[in-house]
T-cell receptor
Framework: KAGVTQTPRYLIKTRGQQVTLSCSPI?????VSWYQQTPGQGLQFLFE???????NKGNFPGRFSGRQFSNSRSEMNVSTLELGDSALYLC???????????FGDGTRLSIL | ELKVEQNPLFLSMQEGKNYTIYCNYS?????LYWYRQDPGKSLESLFV?????AVKQEGRLMASLDTKARLSTLHITAAVHDLSATYFC??????????FGTGTRLQVFP
């Protein structure tokens, strides 16, 4: 059974640009969550999607957005990139929520 | 809102020794998770603890949960080098919003 797949694995952008990250959950999983990991702030919850609806949201500015498609694949978008957005972005999936989450390998985003 | 505190931040221990990582949380948490992260890698699920008194063991790692004290522990028995990694605890309500602790960076040396 394939795990959670995130693309791309690495990304380099400059300030002011926007970026879209993709996450394909484990087959059959309908809940997808996104996390940001930085050395300073640690692991922080961004948002969770279930059945194409945002179910939970963390404390991030509106520049961070996401969506989920009917096949449960999810994307997150960050607009007007700032240096502080440099981080490892992790996607996790679970069956319906409330179960153990399985994490992807992450997308490492570097802002120059 | 749920807050999770983990200590110690760093742990350097000799092979063969025992140690415990502590995870305190501020409000009711339906579930308590332990994850392992190797450098440059993603998070690997170790344990999920659901109820008071829950104890789970896998190899040299044992996790327990005391919901009254709002405390979970990860006990390492007879550490080996392969256990070197960063360990995170995370709490969750009835959703998939995980609140992580700061992590404990464990280094096991000969």
């Amino acid at each position: 059974k394939a795990g959670v797949t995130q693309t791309p694995r690495y990304l380099i952008k400059t300030r002011g640009q926007q970026v879209t990250l993709s996450c394909s959950p484990i087959s059959g999983h309908r809940s997808v969550s996104w996390y940001q990991q930085t050395p300073g702030q640690g692991l922080q919850f961004l948002f969770e999607y279930f059945s194409e609806t945002q179910r939970n949201k963390g404390n991030f500015p509106g520049r961070f957005s996401g969506r989920q498609f009917s096949n449960s694949r999810s994307e997150m978008n960050v607009s007007t990139l700032e240096l502080g957005d440099s981080a490892l972005y992790l996607c996790a999936s679970s069956l319906t929520g409330g179960q153990p989450q399985h994490f992807g390998d992450g997308t490492r985003l570097s802002i120059l | 809102e749920l807050k999770v505190e983990q200590n110690p931040l760093f742990l350097s221990m000799q092979e063969g020794k025992n140690y415990t990582i502590y995870c305190n949380y501020s409000t009711t948490s339906d579930r308590l998770y332990w994850y392992r992260q190797d450098p440059g890698k993603s998070l690997e699920s170790l344990f999920v603890l659901l109820s008071n008194g829950a104890v789970k063991q896998e190899g040299r790692l044992m996790a327990s949960l005391d919901t009254k004290a709002r405390l979970s522990t990860l006990h390492i028995t007879a550490a080996v080098h392969d256990l070197s990694a960063t360990y995170f605890c995370a709490g969750a309500g009835n959703t998939d919003k995980l609140i992580f602790g700061t992590g404990t960076r464990l280094q096991v040396f000969p």
